[in-house]
């Protein structure tokens, strides 16, 4: 059953930017992306989100599947995390849209509070992240800016815990 669920996630993912693919190019033609919305800066064609997106489903779904198979997470728990990460993303994606360029500066240092007290460089968080901010910033930009994000989280919910367990006075 789990790999049906991973394969049918991926599949619809595909599908999804592939017909979003599709209007983009019959409706003025498929936006690219400069990092950090210079022009300078390289930019990357929404075009690659057709193998991006579905190929970081294919690896996220299967990252949580193993984890709940190995009892470290459940269902439920990546599902939320998953929405939760979508909704921070849309929140995100929709400001920075409508020129609100505030709201994502103040979810950015939000990030370290929230990495403190929730796992945000799991694969649920990272997919739910990525998913919201695909329609607006294509498939690489957000896996990219999701990633480093996932990484600075990671140090930022595990150190602290790290160094709790090495220096804990044992009594």
Known sequence: ???????WFTASVALVTCALLTWQQLHGGVPAHSFLSRDDMPSISNWWGALSLPL????????TQ???ALGRSSNRSAVMAAIGAAAFGTVLAVSY??????VPRLQVRLLPLLALALPIYRAEYLLGFVLALSYTFGGVLP????????LGGSVVHLAPRWLLRRFRVKH
Do not use: H
């Open 97 to 102: 849209s409508l020129g609100y360029s505030e």
């Open 66 to 68: 193993r984890r709940v």
């Open 1 to 7: 059953m789990t790999d049906r669920l991973r394969l």
């Open 56 to 63: 970081f489903t294919w690896f996220a779904v299967g990252n």
């Open 143 to 150: 896996i990219v800016i999701g990633s480093i994000f996932a």
